[in-house]
């Protein structure tokens, strides 16, 4: 799998936390949480031997790529490299950045804990992967950090271009104001795996991230639209456009509208906008005008 991950599938990454499940294995424990929708695995074991970790690490390896997740090892890039683990995560007292990309080349992704605007922007220059943000909140994971509450969560969002996860004391009580501060993967430790059911924690906070994918799709057609009315381009008026080389009309604000209007939004399609290929991530922003050439291009399975 290496770095050439999809980030936007991953919405929850997960650690593992031995000492929250007594009595249960780690391994039953993560499958669980890749049950429950888990996108990234994260092992970290501060106290055990070297030979405890590597045994896990393989055990967590084997799980992950039956599961089709990446899996990170937490301070070793040694087994990272032993079990063909998809990266290593470092903390601000671990070796830099650099001497992981060093020991693990250029297809290993490398993570890196940071506490303050300073961490987040230091890492993206130093080429890291992905950053963690926190503790958002108090936590028993990190004892005697301070946290640093949803206003540096904002701050990440606003000063990295690099993936962030959200971390620190996060449970399905307080996620919410997580992502409203602008957090589009979270990272939960405690609340998931030493929960009795780690599954049904995945998908609650899961549901939340995806409850706020769709008030923010539905905010940014609703501004789309409110900025060609007060443009005189009302949304009562038709936008006529060319549509697979015919004449079209239609009182969509957005491409991801036609899409849905015209019963393609959920097919397998590539949509062209004169003449340029828009991603499916950005349907919902790209706004109609009249004159518009639109191709519609769908994929048709045989054999």
């Known amino acids: 799998m290496s770095k050439r991950v999809d980030w936007e599938k991953i919405r929850l990454y997960v650690i593992t936390a031995q000492d929250a499940h007594p009595g249960k294995s780690v391994t039953d424990v993560m499958e669980q949480t890749l049950i429950g929708g888990a996108g990234m695995l994260q092992l970290r074991n501060k106290t055990g031997s070297r030979s405890e970790v590597l045994e896990q690490a393989r055990a967590l390896r084997v799980l992950t790529r039956r599961y089709g997740v990446p899996f990170i090892v937490n301070d070793y890039p040694d087994i990272a490299l032993e079990v063909d683990a998809d990266g290593v995560h470092l903390g601000q007292d671990d070796m830099s950045i650099k001497e992981a990309r060093s020991l693990l080349g250029d297809d290993k992704m490398i993570g890196i804990s940071t506490h303050c605007a300073e961490h987040a922007i230091e890492a993206e220059r130093e080429g890291a992967d992905y950053i963690g943000v926190g503790p958002v909140f108090p936590t028993n994971t990190k004892p005697g950090k301070a946290a640093v509450t949803t206003a540096y969560v904002a701050e990440a969002a606003s000063l990295v271009s690099i993936p ?48 706020a994918d769709r008030a923010e799709e539905t905010s940014n057609v609703n501004a789309i639209a409110n900025e060609r009315e007060t443009s005189g381009h009302g949304a009562e008026e038709n936008v006529s456009l060319s549509l697979n080389g015919s004449s079209y009309q239609t009182r969509s604000a957005t491409l991801d509208c036609l899409l849905a209007e015209l019963g393609q939004r959920d097919k397998r399609l590539v949509a062209e906008v004169d003449g340029e290929i828009v991603p499916r991530s950005r349907w919902q922003e790209t706004a109609l005008a009249d004159g518009l050439r639109i191709e519609l291009i769908q994929f048709v399975g045989g054999g």
Request: proline content about 2%; aromatic content about 2%.
């Open 164 to 211: 962030f996860v959200a971390i620190g004391g996060i449970t399905t009580d307080n996620a919410d104001v997580v992502i409203s501060a602008g957090a589009k993967r979270l990272c939960a430790v405690s609340a998931i795996v030493g929960s009795e059911d780690p599954a049904a924690v995945c998908r609650e906070l899961l549901q939340k991230l995806e409850a």
